[in-house]
């Protein structure tokens, strides 16, 4: 495990939920060529002990351990927080486990919204919870990954957009309410990542749907990103104590005119949107 003097105060050891494939697993990748030692926590064994095995090959003596949960189920999150804090307290947790999905709105039912309520917003407001005040005490840099929909939401992304949205809100208060003794919250907001499924994944849902809610984003005009890339992108503005990271770039101007005037921000959406 790093010493002190090899990383700086707030980045010694992390703590990367959905951390067996995907961004998450990009992630845990991206803090350990940081120098941080990592903790690992997903769901599904099988995947998790092989994103373990790569990982202790790759970085030895950087991978602090790996724990087995489901984060939507209600003190999953606090439990692995006090376990991974037996090695050595947390100062760099990121909440990238998630879900998305494709449907209208008015046909998702309530369960479906709590389905992706509870991994998306209830898992990271917990995980907050749990780090409390002496996390922030020590400059915890707290990464909440969201998407292009936290801050806006096109149509056919089912409880997608509803679930995410309160990250903005729950990033903001952390940063009112915590960012005065330390606390660093960074929220990440980047469009479809690309990925060997981009182009199947939501057959199923989104059959009866137009055809941009096939594809990645909901048809969004963007180039797919790649989670390596990103990976860097986020762990390198969290360590910069970044508030807000958003991939496009060029997305913050939607966002920005969608505040200022609703009917042109969706005007707006409806052009960046393949609808």
Not at 248 to 256: G, Q, S, V, Y
Request: hydrophobic fraction near 45%; proline fraction near 7%; charge should be positive.
């Amino acid at each position: 495990m790093p010493t002190p003097s090899d990383q700086p105060e707030t980045c010694r050891h992390a703590l990367v939920t959905g951390a067996s494939a995907g961004l998450g697993l990009a992630i845990a990748h991206a803090a350990a060529r940081a120098g941080m030692a990592v903790t690992l926590v997903a769901r599904d064994v099988g995947r998790l002990e092989a994103a373990y095995d790569r990982l202790t090959t790759l970085y030895p003596g950087q991978v602090a351990g790996r724990h087995s949960a489901d984060l939507s189920e209600a003190g999953a999150p606090t439990h692995v927080v006090r376990e991974a804090q037996r090695e050595a307290p947390l100062d760099f947790v990121c909440h990238a486990a998630g879900l998305s999905t494709r449907g209208r709105i008015v046909e998702t039912p309530r369960s479906e919204f709590e389905r992706l309520m509870a991994i998306n917003f209830f898992a990271a407001a917990e995980l907050a919870t749990a780090l409390g005040e002496p996390f922030a005490e020590r400059g915890g840099r707290l990464v909440l990954i969201g998407s292009l929909a936290t801050r806006v939401a096109p149509a056919y992304l089912g409880a997608y957009p509803a679930s995410k949205h309160p990250l903005s809100a729950l990033a903001q208060q952390l940063r009112m309410e915590l960012g005065p003794v330390g606390l660093k919250p960074l929220l990440v907001m980047p469009g479809p990542l690309a990925r060997k499924d981009g182009g199947t994944r939501y057959d199923t849902q989104a059959e009866g749907l137009p055809e941009a809610a096939r594809r990645p984003g909901g048809g969004a005009k963007v180039k797919a990103i790649d989670p390596d890339w990103l990976a860097d992108r986020i762990v390198q503005a969290a360590i910069a104590g970044k508030s807000e990271l958003i991939v496009p770039a060029k997305a913050r101007l939607l966002f920005a005119l969608s505040q200022l005037s609703p009917a042109l921000g969706d005007w707006l959406l409806r052009r960046y949107m393949r609808v």
